[in-house]
């Protein structure tokens, strides 16, 4: 032990004790999916914090020069029975009651229980260290080892932070119209049974106004169930804010909602509330289930659910390359949706697969900021087969049929932390659009791929936008650039309306016990609706001078090598109210959009007149201004907003039209500088860049996009260290930064791919325009912000669905009801 003891004594001060703040990577490799229960176990770098697998340990120690790690083993435990068990000799599963994650009576997120073996091992020779074997030690090194096991023991891991461990749904704040609430003297007095919507006669939902006693039925859920609106249509009518749910009120209290603050809440005077109508609380029994029940209810319901996840057929496991699952992180199943489908594409495949041992060869420092080493690690751990196993065997019954289904799989923990970092939905658990986290990846591939190869020119394709004067019959041609059509849905074209109305006319005569019927859509009448010419009522017409009506045409100026459907699902009723239109989509398996592809400037067809943009104007010097779109920028004017706030809207989006300029304008409206002159890098007048000091914080963020420190530094230093201002500037200074180094992840240009001079424009490729379906996502729930998704991907002619961490042969494909479809260009 003398020679461990002076080795350990060698590197004694490179050891750390880790502080708060410290990331301790103590459940994950950073280059790849080993774990402590993975074979040979994870070694944590005792400097950096930094965990890695057996394969890539050797290689830390060879390029970092640290020798010292712990090394950490894990070993499942068998599952134990409990007294609640049932008669099949497993514990029954608890049927949650309560609106929560990781709290009693919620949804059940027990954590596994482990076996831990912990040891010091010394590179290059692995000498093993125990506890044991420190006690033998000089108190300068069991003191400093000691410590440092310790900590990195006790340390919550830097994926522990990130998982869901409590939510709870049901907590409810008191209402602020509670305390003061006018009660009119009507003479209202509610029986404590038999109760009926005043205006439909609907027998169930029903709401009791606690200003006039109304009793009305509920909203519609987004599956015709529910009820018809009638109490919040009488919010509207009246302005009477609160009302309780009849059927929940008990001695305990009971369901109150408030229509001005949109919330459920509580009323700390209900019982007074309630007498007035002469209701007594102390004597009234639970007849209606909560809106807490029914919302849990609706995170286990059938139907829909039922379908889309094929849960009525026994479906056959499949393992091996391509086949990898999951596991979901807490509401990670649209990350998990989206990244499967996307490695099925040959591009991010060649990019970041195929290269693997090359990104890990250049990664930085810390692998778990960098861009392209994590992609290429999910991408790998997805596509090798090597985590496409069989769940363990926990040593009963139920655990053997669990093992059944769920597969090992993968856990994408640092993939979902970086790709998240600083964006205010995809950092937190909450669930996610699927389309808008495509979109949000997509850029993040473009930022780090301007040099090199860019996998995601696979979706990009250019849209020609026709606008003709309807005063003048002159046009103008705009292209911009794309990655996704959205399809609208007219519900008023499907073909099954006889049958629609029918029920509807079942539900208003108070019929609740009609079984919602969904809308089936011909996909060809939604491709016609994309295609027809949009009416501009308010365009600006540079040839007449003068406001005047105007139509839109858009057509496909390229068609990409794969392209991506989204179905318009999510829309907003008359009353604001977010809604899923419950539809059926007869997509096709093939598709042809030749009929689609622009034709350009037609003979004999004249343009509108181009209007040149005024020179801006700084407090102390003229400067050229930038190019304009002066059609959006006078839109906007005409709207109210300021002069200078708009052409910055128009100059920060680049110019890429009305709706984008219009999401900045409404995310910078509180901005100091909202109505300052637009300033151009390298003139005066407010943003010339200064030496102040910048957030390390902000550096990072911006850095972990794939820009350099000099790049992030300059945006800072120019937009006052506000961050999102930042990450507007260097988007819309890409030009100026050319000079500069550009960096993946945060690399050096010497460490990143050998620089190229950019393309003069966006690079697309163009083809034939027939397509054919190799997968789809599909969404189950209310709303993009609940619910789950799943996807389905086409492999050797056999789909195959990804459920987390089920992956399974598909029975039934259910292509009708998807969200995101994704097809592939068909070779001609």
Not at 16 to 26: C, E, F, W, Y
Not at 129 to 136: F, G, K, P, R
Not at 517 to 533: D, H
Not at 671 to 697: I, N, Q, R, Y
Request: glycine fraction near 8%; hydrophobic fraction near 35%.
């Amino acid at each position: 032990m003398a020679d461990v003891s002076e080795v350990l004594m060698s590197v004694l001060s490179t050891i750390r004790v880790p502080k708060p703040g410290d990331r301790v990577h103590k459940d994950e490799c950073a280059l790849s999916f080993s774990s402590p229960e993975s074979e040979g176990g994870l070694y944590v770098c005792m400097n950096s914090f930094l965990g890695f697998g057996s394969k890539y340990v050797k290689m830390h120690h060879d390029r970092a020069g640290q020798r010292a790690y712990l090394h950490i083993t894990r070993t499942r435990k068998a599952k134990k029975e409990d007294d609640t068990s049932s008669g099949s000799g497993h514990p029954p599963k608890k049927k949650p009651t309560r609106l929560a994650i990781g709290i009693e009576g919620g949804f059940d997120v027990a954590q596994e229980h482990y076996e831990e073996d912990y040891k010091v091992v010394i590179f290059p020779d692995r000498q093993e260290v125990t506890s044991e074997d420190l006690e033998s030690m000089p108190d300068v090194v069991k003191e400093r080892v000691s410590l440092s096991m310790a900590g990195i023991i006790a340390a919550d891991s830097a994926s522990h932070t990130l998982q869901v461990q409590q939510w709870d749904g049901e907590v409810r704040q008191e209402s602020r119209f509670a305390a003061d609430l006018k009660q009119l003297d009507n003479g209202v007095k509610i029986p404590p049974s038999g109760w009926r919507c005043e205006v439909c006669g609907l027998q169930e939902n029903l709401w009791m106004n606690l200003t006039d006693g109304k009793v009305l039925c509920g909203r519609r859920y987004f599956d015709g169930s529910g009820g018809n609106n009638h109490a919040l249509q009488y919010f509207q009518e009246t302005g009477y804010p609160l009302a309780v749910k009849l059927g929940t009120i008990t001695p305990d209290g009971a369901d109150v909602y408030s229509y001005d603050e949109d919330d459920m809440v509580l009323d700390s005077k209900l019982p007074e509330h309630l007498s007035h109508f002469g209701i007594n609380m102390m004597t009234m029994e639970k007849t209606e289930r909560t809106m807490t029940e029914l919302e849990i209810a609706a995170n286990q319901r059938v139907g829909e659910w039922e379908v889309i996840q094929e849960s009525g057929t026994t479906l056959r496991p499949l393992y091996g390359k391509g086949l990898t699952g999951m596991k979901n992180l807490g509401n990670s199943c649209y990350l998990n949706s989206v990244m499967q489908v996307l490695f099925t594409v040959p591009d991010f495949v060649s990019k970041y697969v195929d290269k693997i041992d090359k990104i890990i060869e250049e990664t930085p420092s810390d692998p778990t900021l960098d861009f392209k080493t994590q992609v290429a690690k999910l991408g790998h751990g997805l596509l090798s087969g090597e985590y496409s196993q069989p769940a363990p065997d926990l040593g009963d019954e139920n655990g053997a049929a669990e093992s059944k289904e769920y597969q090992i799989g993968i856990a994408p923990i640092m993939f979902k932390a970086l790709v998240g970092r600083g964006h205010p939905e995809f950092s937190t658990n909450r669930q996610q659009d699927a389309q808008e986290f495509l979109l949000h990846f997509i850029n993040m591939v473009e930022r780090n791929c301007r040099s090199g190869p860019n996998p995601s020119e696979a979706f990009r394709f250019l849209v020609e936008e026709k606008i003709v004067c309807q005063q003048s019959q002159k046009a103008k041609y705009t292209q911009r650039v794309d990655y996704i059509i959205q399809l609208p849905v007219p519900m008023d074209q499907a073909i099954n309306t006889d049958e629609l109305q029918e029920v509807e006319r079942q539900r208003e005569n108070g019929d609740s016990t009609v079984t919602p019927v969904r809308a089936q859509i011909p996909f060809s009448v939604c491709l016609a609706a994309l295609s027809e010419p949009e009416l501009l009522t308010d365009f600006w017409s540079s040839a007449v001078q003068a406001k005047t009506t105007a139509t839109k045409t858009s057509r496909f100026a390229s068609f990409p090598d794969n392209l991506v459907i989204q179905i318009k699902k999510f829309t907003f009723g008359l009353d604001w109210v977010p809604k899923k239109l419950d539809v059926s989509i007869d997509v096709p398996d093939t598709l042809d959009l030749s009929a689609l592809r622009a034709s350009g400037q037609q003979p004999g067809e004249e343009l509108l007149p181009e209007v040149a943009p005024t020179s801006l104007m700084t407090p102390d010097v003229e400067v050229k201004a930038p190019a304009l779109d002066d059609l959006t920028v006078s839109q906007l004017v005409d709207m109210g907003f300021p002069l200078e706030a708009c052409r910055k809207a128009v100059y920060y989006t680049g110019n890429t039209g009305i709706d984008s300029a219009m999401n900045w304008v409404m995310g910078h409206m509180d901005d100091p500088d909202f109505s300052a002159p637009l300033v151009l890098p390298g003139c005066s007048g407010g943003t010339t860049p200064t030496m102040e000091s910048v957030s390390e914080e902000h550096l990072a963020t911006i850095v972990s996009m794939g820009f350099s420190r000099e790049q992030a530094t300059k945006a800072l230093r120019a937009t006052s260290n506000t961050l999102e201002r930042a990450v507007d500037w260097i988007f819309s200074h890409l030009d100026d930064l050319e000079s500069m180094e550009v960096s993946e992840g945060g690399r050096s240009a010497t460490e990143s791919e050998a620089a190229r001079e950019p393309p003069p424009g966006p690079c697309v490729r163009d083809g034939p325009g027939k397509y054919e379906l190799f997968a789809f996502i599909s969404h189950m729930g209310t709303s993009t912000m609940c619910g789950h998704y799943v996807c389905h991907i086409k492999k050797d002619q056999q789909w195959v669905i990804f459920n987390d961490q089920k992956v399974c042969a598909s029975e039934k494909p259910p292509k009708d009801l998807g969200y995101l479809y994704f097809y592939r260009r068909v070779a001609e």
